[in-house]
């Protein structure tokens, strides 16, 4: 007995993992714009600093979101090597997504070290740590959680257990999250680093 | 297909801790809808029972059978259970029974996911009653929360509410949350995927489109709520600024992120009972519902314009004024989608052979409160009449002519209508009629003179008042009526307990109904249809039971 049933022509009917992956991700689109929107709210208000035109710096940060955008770009490619049977060209592109990803965390590590022991701000120290941290570390925290999945699916592709008939359409939704988290970074990296840093 | 029959047989040989298990270990749809609904109802005479000491303090003036703190406590868990563990698990409970039997599906779309979220739902639940025990924390202050179910900051922040009570309702309202947003999910893949071959989105079952845009609205407003709570536990735990006015935090921010959540929260409240509605009226008006299309417009117009009307939630704060007469214009217009609704109900009933059978009475009680509660509601959309009403009992009577005269009514006719289709046995007739009679001349005695001492001036979320401003002879009515409801309520679930094994045998359709859940044993098998459905219309049974007359398809 199928749970499936054979979808006529009378009708639209997507695949429920596109709507499962869809909802999921319009879910956490609105809880980044809770804390998308305290940052604005809070732009420029405080009882002490540092300000962020004092300590942040847009160069190495620019750097880093050109790495975790071209990301995008090689999951792309990774997925559709996997829908024409090219596993290790699969392999290599994932390998370099998962780099890519891997350096952006790398990269917020570095600044978040200099704030924390060079300019002492922390969540706690004032209204712009605590907006700031939220905001940026929730965003590296989906970035990890990612990577985790796509290591993932790396690990299965090395042990040889990915079926590209099987396997393609799930690869797909697992890299709509990574496009999602991609996407979010345009928005957070526009609200810190351009409109927060307005004179 | 004979192995599948073999199977209620051993299931019957099982003990008790084998059926429990069974329960335990479930992903059935039906099994999980028919346990959110039973736990919400638990949650429902906790919550009552919450409703009623605070109704015993308020009784006459000065009393002293609450302290002012267990009062808070009282309010703050009454209104957080209602809208959180009873209203959401109930009404997410009957769509999780109902959507695969009224789409011909065997499951919902993920049925492992769905059973996460109940799970989820009930440890959310039970998160937030563990704090009458673990509440106190390392200060030894606290108890159960008492900072209302809207938690306003600074109230919550750590200065003004010490130890953890305000922790535990943060965490079990976010797991819960996690839950109900899994459901919404479920529902959505489900309706979007699963429906039989024939059933076009313009052939769904009025109830199936009403959650299906109960879940975008959960999807758009949950995670804002778990955004603003993860804000509020960053401030409590690790000495965040959101909400800190010493730090020049705003606790307005807080205002507009949870009423960004809270008002469509109220429409994924009765969304729900419109779907029960639009099922029951026009089966007993043997009628064909009312302007299906108009319908299904008007329920998306609602959502839409739900997302932006929060701001009447804070008229008294002091917006500027270009704010409250936008939200208060936007606040008028949603009452034009809302009003499309009723006449579409009442044109149902127009002319149709009415039965007056214990569901349609509840339906028909629904539309008179509800409407109560609607116009009051647009009452308070006017910004100076709530500046002169806010956080008075006016608004209190308003809200609880909505959600208990509109959703609550709306759960019993649900009850009422699905009973034998859940259990294979009718409720009693009786004893329905009288419990609906009872718990509505209960219902006014207790809300309405709420009204008039809201009018008088009596603001809400006072333990007690003194005997010298006019406010006795109300709150003595309004308490008085509590009795009758408890008895209305009582009688509805003794005759849920009675009916199980005395009731009626219901046969497949007792109500001679046109939707798909009845073309089905009761109770349906676990795979619900022997072989999947084709429909040619909104109501195939309808077209079965008269191949004759078919139902005609609109251009």
Redesign the interface.
């Known amino acids: 007995m199928s749970l499936a049933t054979a979808a006529p022509a009378d009708s639209w009917r997507p695949g429920r993992g596109k709507v499962g992956m869809a909802c999921l991700i319009a879910m956490e689109s609105f809880f980044f714009a809770g804390f998308i929107i305290a940052y604005l709210f809070y732009i420029g208000k405080g009882a002490t600093g540092p300000w962020p035109r004092e300590v942040l710096e847009v160069k190495p940060v620019l750097v880093n979101s050109a790495a975790l955008i071209a990301s995008s770009f090689t999951v792309i490619a990774s997925v559709k090597a996997l829908g024409r049977g090219h596993l290790a060209a699969m392999r290599w592109w994932l390998a370099l997504t998962i780099l890519l990803g891997a350096w952006f965390i790398w990269g917020t590590w570095v600044e978040w070290r200099g704030l924390i022991w060079e300019h002492g701000l922390t969540l706690r120290t004032n209204l712009f740590g605590t907006t700031f941290y939220s905001l940026v570390g929730f965003h590296a925290f989906h970035v990890i959680v990612g990577l985790l999945a796509l290591s993932t699916i790396l690990g299965l592709g090395v042990m040889g257990r990915l079926r590209p008939a099987r396997d393609t359409l799930r690869f797909e939704l697992v890299s709509w999250y990574w496009h999602f988290v991609d996407v979010v970074w345009v928005f957070v990296f526009t609200t810190v680093y351009i409109v927060g840093l307005r004179p | 297909m004979s192995t599948?029959h073999a199977q209620p047989e051993s299931v019957a040989r099982q003990g008790l801790m084998e059926r429990l298990h069974g329960w335990a270990i479930t992903v059935d749809h039906k099994r999980l809808g028919i346990m959110y609904i039973l736990s919400g109802l638990v949650f429902f005479v906790v919550a009552g029972l919450e409703a009623t000491a605070m109704r015993m303090q308020l009784i006459r003036p000065l009393n002293d059978f609450l302290t002012p703190q267990g009062f808070n406590q009282m309010f703050t868990m009454h209104g957080t259970t209602m809208v959180f563990l009873v209203g959401m698990p109930v009404l997410l409970g009957f769509g999780n029974f109902l959507i695969p039997l009224m789409i011909g599906?065997?499951?919902m779309?993920?049925p492992r996911l769905n059973a996460f979220g109940f799970w989820l739902f009930l440890f959310g639940g039970a998160l937030l009653y563990f704090s009458w025990l673990g509440g106190d924390g390392l200060y030894g202050a606290g108890g159960a929360p008492d900072v209302g179910w809207f938690a306003y900051s600074p109230l919550t922040s750590k200065t003004f509410s010490r130890g953890n009570s305000t922790d535990y309702w943060i965490l079990g309202i976010m797991v819960s949350g996690f839950g109900s947003?899994t459901t919404?999910?479920n529902f959505?893949?489900?309706i979007?995927?699963?429906?039989?071959?024939?059933?076009?989105?313009m052939r769904l079952p009025l109830m199936a489109w009403m959650m299906l845009v109960v879940?975008v609205l959960v999807?758009?407003?949950?995670?804002?709520l778990?955004?603003?709570q993860?804000?509020l536990l960053?401030d409590r735990s690790?000495?965040?600024?959101?909400f800190d006015p010493?730090?020049?935090?705003?606790a307005v921010?807080w205002q507009?992120?949870f009423w960004f959540f809270g008002h469509p929260e109220v429409y994924i409240l009765i969304l729900p009972a419109f779907g029960f509605l639009s099922e029951i009226v026009p089966v007993f008006s043997r009628k064909v519902i009312f302007g299906y299309p108009l319908m299904v417009a008007a329920t998306v117009a609602i959502a839409f314009i739900s997302l932006g009307v929060w701001v009447h939630h804070m008229f008294v704060v002091g917006l500027p004024p270009w704010m409250n007469a936008l939200f208060a214009a936007s606040t008028f217009l949603i009452s034009v989608p809302t009003g499309i609704k009723i006449f579409n109900w009442l044109g149902t009933m127009w002319g149709g052979r009415i039965r007056f059978e214990t569901p349609m009475l509840f339906c028909t009680g629904f539309l008179a409160m509800f409407l109560i509660g609607g116009l009051t509601g647009i009452m308070l959309a006017v910004v100076p009449f709530t500046t002169q009403l806010s956080d008075s009992y006016f608004v209190v009577g308003h809200f609880h002519y909505v959600l208990f005269g509109g959703t609550v009514f709306g759960i019993f006719a649900a009850i009422f209508y699905w009973y034998p289709k859940a259990t294979g046995r009718m409720l009693d007739e009786r004893l329905g009629k009288w419990a609906f009679w009872i718990l509505l001349i209960g219902f006014n005695v207790v809300f309405l003179p709420m009204h008039f001492s809201g009018l008088l001036g009596m603001p809400r979320r006072i333990y007690t008042y003194q005997p010298d401003r006019g406010w006795e002879i109300w709150n003595l009515i309004t308490t008085l009526g509590v009795p009758i409801q408890i008895l209305g309520v009582a009688l509805i679930v003794w005759n849920m307990v009675r009916s199980l094994g005395k009731g009626r045998v219901a046969g497949d359709d007792p109500w001679d109904a046109w939707t798909l859940e009845w073309a089905t044993s009761s109770p349906p098998p676990e795979?619900n249809f022997d072989r999947?459905p084709t429909v040619t219309s909104a109501r195939p049974l309808w077209d079965r039971k008269n191949p004759h007359d078919p139902d005609e398809e609109q251009p």
């Open positions: 599948l599906a065997r499951d779309a993920f947003m919404a999910i959505l893949a489900t979007l995927c699963m429906r039989c071959p024939g059933m076009t989105l879940a999807i758009t407003a949950i995670p804002v778990t955004a603003a993860v804000m960053l690790l000495g965040a600024h959101f010493q730090q020049e935090g705003s921010l507009h992120l795979w999947i």
